[in-house]
């Protein structure tokens, strides 16, 4: 664990101490175990060591209970400081943990909500990052990203037998779909085994994203790095217009994307995503 001012963090490290460091950012909800291994492990293999860890509101991190559940609703409608904290916050949390950790410079890979961070964190600490890889995210400019009406739906109205990584993963087979239900419950299992039952985690984490601001204007100011921009082009969660404006205003940024993928990962894609995330990160020279 990892104590910053408020917030203890729990994180993992992979591979050698000595190696330049990737840090991964999980998504709404998201825990470091949900991080495929092998995934990982090519990270390893190629020499680097990897950084994984719970952000605040998930996993075994602190849980920020005490301020309940946000009224999403007037968070949405403009009233962003009924939001517990925004994606500063959670960059800070980061900032925190590597600084805990005498980490300075660092190669970010974040999906989801863990991208929205990792583009905060940029935008706060450009020179503590050497690379940015950007997966299914967006920038939260007004009218890209936006989910669809089904994947809003599943968002304000869980639904147990049908979750909303099922709905918004739009698995292409019954293999597919039984791998999402399978990390659904292993991260469900950690969960209980620690003994977190926190229903408005989530909730306090959406109410973040919607309290923060645009970052699109900043983040076209800034230098150029080696940059790496993923989306699905079918993703219902987070447009892929997300991925193209994120794709636009970072300098020196590529641009890959799956015609099939929804908003997930799954293992038909992780070869080529490993490749070309080590093609970019490569471009640092270490």
């Not at 991964?24 to 825990?31: A, M, P």
């Not at 099939?260 to 020279?285: F, N, S």
Request: charged share 20%.
């Amino acid at each position: 664990m990892s104590e910053g001012t408020q917030v203890r963090l729990c994180y993992e490290r992979t591979g050698p101490s000595d190696r330049p460091v990737v840090v991964l950012i999980h998504g709404l909800g998201g825990q470091l175990t949900d991080w495929p291994a092998p995934a990982i492990a090519r990270f390893v293999e190629a020499g680097y060591q990897v950084l994984t860890y719970d952000q605040r509101d998930s996993g075994l991190s602190t849980r920020l209970t005490s301020v309940g559940i946000p009224d999403l609703l007037s968070i949405y409608m403009g009233r962003h400081e009924l939001a517990p904290y925004t994606l500063a916050d959670m960059a800070d949390d980061l900032l925190e943990l590597l600084d805990h950790l005498e980490i300075e410079g660092v190669h970010l890979v974040g999906v989801s909500m863990g991208a929205m961070v990792a583009q905060q964190f940029l935008i706060e600490q450009p020179k503590r990052v050497l690379s940015m890889i950007s997966m299914l995210g967006t920038t939260g400019r007004a009218g890209v990203g936006q989910p669809s009406e089904m994947a809003l739906a599943a968002l304000m109205n869980p639904n147990a037998e049908e979750p909303l990584e099922l709905v918004v993963g739009r698995p292409r087979s019954m293999l597919e779909r039984q791998t999402i239900l399978d990390r659904i419950d292993r991260a469900a299992a950690r969960l209980a085994e620690a003994g977190i039952h926190d229903p408005g985690a989530t909730v306090r984490q959406l109410s973040a994203i919607l309290a923060s601001p645009d970052r699109s204007t900043v983040l076209a100011t800034l230098e150029a790095l080696p940059s790496l921009v993923v989306h699905g082009i079918i993703d219902p969660l987070v447009n892929v217009s997300g991925g193209v404006d994120t794709f636009r205003v970072l300098a020196g940024s590529r641009l890959l994307l799956f015609a099939d993928l929804g908003h997930d990962l799954p293992a038909w894609c992780w070869d080529r995503l490993a490749t070309e995330m080590l093609a970019t990160i490569g471009k640092v020279g270490g």
